[in-house]
């Protein structure tokens, strides 16, 4: 017999916690559910607010008593209990979808394989720097749905994977901003790239013709599928040059220009805090949403110019004895590693590895024969890396853990060399997630 108004989560991270505690202020009859261990900090917060839960194990009588299940992101599809819940048919959503529901907040949401956590993070900064009250959240920060249960915010930047957009269903964003599509989280498609595409362009549906669709016209699948599929909503494309109606781009004296609404703003690209040309497409991005917001022009360049960056985003860490050890553990595929390298302007000694998500590194062999001249695997299956390099790299090491790695890359590399983290896979085989990874690998830097 289903319960109405009766809501289970599973998962008791952030994200389940989270929906947990605004269902329960929304009046809903909460359960949470978690397959796993659920850490302490969101045990208190759960016992806070009254609601019942259950931890290493799945309870299926408890679970499909449910009105509606909200699914945290880390779930897989293939997961026996939720094989179980849709063959008894009970919807499933994501936190972006019910938080969206019990919110008037214009909401700013970014997707794309690569520079989401960047290009959020510089839109919030930029927001905040205008005086606007917005909060950031999705798949940085605190959730979504917590700041709706205990904040009030006139704005929200929200960061979306395609784990998110794929519980999405009446949610609509106001500016919907999709940066790039490349192969990645193929793993969790069974290898079916356009699987993959329309999860990622789930960020435009329901938008109208008073919303705005942010993106870049140099990303071929990008382009491919907006002619395949109708758009009400005003389209706003960046690239680095200007092919056709760009409203933002790089023109031929280097300078960042977005022309909008009958005016431009224009600066010069050398200026952008951020470097390298995937934080030149961020920015435009940035810029086209500070113009959309009707930011003054002055806001969006002070932005531009001193946005300090992300953490695990080519995050320069210790030099030591004139060697740049550089933290991009964020780089969880090949194209964000890609990225990484193209800015490098010095030898590198790159440590890359982990979990393999069906990466095709064919697209960094130039790149790596070019500047890298040590390889560092740090991985428990570095087979896959090994074939890919073998013949291109002059020295490839294997580590065990990240003290190894550090210690390793720390002693084939010479003053003036950088030593690069940026794995090109997920990171759970020896680490929680990329923090983690990103943490150790600063924590080995600073015992050298």
């Known amino acids: 017999m289903l319960m109405t108004n009766r809501i289970v989560i599973l998962g008791g991270g952030e994200s389940g916690t989270g929906s947990a505690i605004l269902a329960k202020k929304q009046g809903y009859e909460v359960f949470l559910s978690d397959n796993g261990p659920i850490k ?8 806070n607010y009254d609601i019942p839960w259950e931890e290493k194990k799945h309870t299926e009588k408890l679970i499909l008593d449910a009105e509606e299940i909200i699914k945290s992101p880390g779930i897989p599809e293939r997961s026996p209990i939720i094989q179980t819940i ?25 997707t794309g394989s690569n520079g989401k956590t960047t290009t959020t993070s510089l839109i919030h900064h930029m927001l905040k720097k205008a005086g606007m009250n917005a909060g950031i959240a999705g798949n940085v920060g605190k959730s979504f749905a917590l700041q709706v249960a205990e904040e009030t915010y006139d704005y929200y930047v929200l960061e979306l994977s395609s784990f998110q957009l794929d519980g999405m ?28 595409v329309d999860s990622k362009f789930r960020i435009t549906q329901n938008l109208s013709e008073d919303e705005f669709f942010v993106f870049c016209s140099d990303d071929e699948i990008t382009v491919r599928e907006i002619e395949r599929i109708v758009l009400k909503a005003k389209e706003l494309p960046f690239a680095l040059r200007k092919k056709n109606r760009e409203v933002a781009y790089i023109d031929e004296d280097d300078n ?88 490098m302007t010095t030898p590198i000694v790159w440590i890359a590895g982990g979990v393999d998500k069906g990466n095709d590194y064919k697209e960094l062999h130039d790149l790596v024969e070019d500047k890298v001249h040590t390889l560092v ?41 950088s030593v690069l983290l940026s794995p090109a896979c997920a990171s759970f085989d020896f680490f929680e997630n990329y923090e983690d990874r990103g943490w150790q690998f600063k924590d080995a830097v600073r015992k050298l």
């Open 86 to 110: 849709r063959k008894n048919e009970i919807r499933i959503i994501s936190e972006i979808e019910f938080a969206g529901r019990h919110t008037v907040a214009k909401k700013i949401c970014i």
């Open 377 to 417: 695997c740090l991985g428990k299956d570095n087979s896959k890396l090994q074939k890919a390099f073998g013949k291109r790299v002059k020295n490839i090491l294997e580590a065990d853990s990240m003290e190894d790695a550090v210690n390793k890359a720390y002693y084939m590399a010479s003053k003036g060399d």
């Open 256 to 343: 960042l220009r977005v022309d909008y609404s009958d005016s431009s703003f224009i600066m010069p690209a050398d200026d952008l805090a951020l470097s390298g040309k995937h934080n030149r497409y961020n920015s435009m991005a940035a810029g086209i949403t500070g113009k959309v917001l009707n930011i003054r022009k002055e806001l969006i360049r002070e932005s531009l110019m001193d946005f300090q960056g992300v953490e695990h985003r080519l995050e320069k860490s210790l030099k030591v004895h004139g060697i740049q050890f550089i933290n991009d553990s964020k780089a969880t595929n090949v194209n964000s590693s890609w990225y990484a390298l193209e800015s």
């Open 169 to 196: 269903y009446e949610f609509k964003a106001d500016i919907a901003i999709l940066l790039n599509i490349t192969p990645d989280h193929l793993d969790w498609y069974d290898g079916n790239m356009q699987d993959y």
């Open 40 to 47: 302490d900090k969101y045990k208190e917060m759960l016992y």
